[in-house]
């Protein structure tokens, strides 16, 4: 019998797939729910790009940790510290859509209103974990993540507030995915699994 023994990076990676698996089949099969019912159901367009960029962070997630594929070990601070990121996710994930059935969840854009500051708190310590990893684990300079701390801040700035000035959220979304199409196309070549 030939067994094959899993490397560290092999046996971290599943634990950290199981977690962006269970974000990804949240947000897909409550999303879906939501279709089930759509004719109960206003959307709102910016929820709804939301969820597209929330789901577009769990994959990102699971081709950046295979840059992790060159470490040969893992002590549990460093694991428990890169589980974070996919819990966050996972976490934002359960929040951006309801999963009871009140009257409030079939209008996305009052459930988006109402739950907005805990979406962006989420996401914005998503965005403070990526920002850690990204300077401890895969040595990225302050310099070359501004982007993300000029993100985090005006998370920050819309909780803090506590802004619902409908344009401002638009504005900041579209934004944001214009940024995530943007990022894609200049890294295309990096985000590459080899």
Not at 2 to 9: D, K, R, V
Not at 57 to 68: A, M
Request: charged fraction near 10%; charge should be neutral.
């Amino acid at each position: 019998m030939n067994i094959t023994q899993l490397s560290p990076f092999e046996y971290v990676s599943i634990l950290i797939s199981i977690i962006l698996g269970l974000g990804i089949a949240q947000l897909l099969s409550a999303f879906a729910d939501l279709l089930y019912d759509i004719k109960r159901v206003k959307f709102y367009w910016p929820h709804t790009l939301w969820i597209v960029f929330v789901l577009f962070l769990h994959v990102q997630d699971w081709f950046i940790t295979y840059k992790l594929s060159t470490y040969t070990e893992f002590n549990l601070p460093i694991l428990l510290f890169i589980l974070l990121y996919p819990i966050s996710l996972f976490m934002c994930a359960k929040v951006l859509l309801p999963t009871n059935r009140t009257e409030e969840s079939f209008n996305m854009k009052v459930y988006y209103f109402s739950q907005f500051r805990l979406i962006y708190l989420l996401i914005g310590f998503s965005i403070l974990l990526s920002i850690g990893f990204n300077a401890l684990l895969l040595k990225i300079s302050w310099w070359e993540q501004s982007a993300l701390i000029v993100f985090l801040a005006i998370m920050a700035f819309m909780v803090l507030k506590n802004v619902h000035t409908e344009w401002m959220h638009k504005l900041l979304i579209l934004l944001v995915c214009i940024s995530m199409f943007v990022a894609v196309v200049i890294e295309f070549d990096s985000w590459v699994i080899r």
